[in-house]
């Protein structure tokens, strides 16, 4: 009886888990998982932007690819931590201040479904050449500006005079970067064509299965950069199920466990 309530316990949690709203659209996207700290493309920051920019119109080439975007962080479990000061609010406290970053390319909110609730997108303008920007999740928005609408506001990564650097240009909806386990952490977004750094992973939407695209994206890379590794590539939903991968073991040996109790008593 204990055996069968825990296995009943554990597939119910599992399921509520896999049902929770992670705030974007899971399906039809592949990540693409890059390792580009370990190589030359690291020691060459400023060549990034017009690597990322052929890149994705590369990928965008093929049949059934919808949308192409490149980003610092991996999902789930992003965990690039920052500050964020508000320019002309010294006195907001110090906890208030902290939640999440990622350097986003352009169309990444839309390959990840990502809704865009205020204000504007990033865009190909939105380079070293230009002010730099920022979008905020609504969480990160409210705990910086309350009801207040954050457009047109400056923020930075210190106290002042670090506080004037970054305009608010956008927000957009929460969105659980960390896992269906956590609850969607504040995070500000930032154009990584502003400050170029190596991606982690590359996120394409596609329309149709994900099943043939694989090869095709491996291809696709390996023609345009030969020494790029590309460590995996994995439906995005699939990468939310592997973090609920102790409550599924545990609802599967305790499900075998009773069948097999079960099985004993039968044949005594």
């Known amino acids: 009886l204990l055996l069968l309530s825990g296995a009943v316990l554990f597939a119910q949690t599992l399921r509520n888990l896999s049902r929770v709203d992670a705030g974007m659209d899971r399906d039809h996207v592949l990540t693409v998982h890059v390792d580009m700290r370990n190589t030359g493309f690291a020691e060459h920051q400023n060549n990034l932007p017009s690597f990322y920019d052929t890149l994705i119109q590369q990928l965008q080439a093929l049949p059934m690819v919808r949308e192409v975007a490149v980003h610092m ?85 210190s106290a002042p005079p670090g506080d004037h650097q970054f305009l608010v240009v956008g927000v957009v909806a929460d969105a659980r970067v960390d896992g269906l386990r956590s609850e969607a952490p504040p995070v500000a977004y930032f154009p990584i064509d502003q400050r170029p750094m190596p991606v982690s992973s590359v996120e394409v939407r596609v329309r149709g299965p994900l099943s043939s695209l694989p090869a095709e994206i491996r291809q696709s890379l390996y023609k345009l950069a030969p020494a790029l590794p590309v460590t995996e590539i994995v439906p995005l939903d699939l990468e939310f199920d592997d973090g609920l991968s102790t409550e599924a073991l545990l609802a599967r040996l305790t499900s075998i466990f009773e069948i097999g109790r079960a099985s004993c008593r039968e044949r005594v």
Do not use: M
């Open 73 to 157: 962080c991996t999902i789930p479990n992003c965990g690039w931590n920052t500050a964020v000061h508000v320019f002309g609010r010294p006195d907001i406290a110090e906890s208030q201040l902290h939640g999440e970053e990622d350097r986003v390319g352009v169309g990444y909110f839309r390959a990840l479904g990502i809704p865009l609730l205020q204000g504007r997108d990033f865009s190909k303008e939105d380079n070293d050449r230009s002010q730099q920007v920022a979008i905020l999740s609504l969480s990160y928005a409210r705990k910086l500006f309350g009801d207040e609408s954050p457009l047109g506001r400056w923020v930075g990564y």
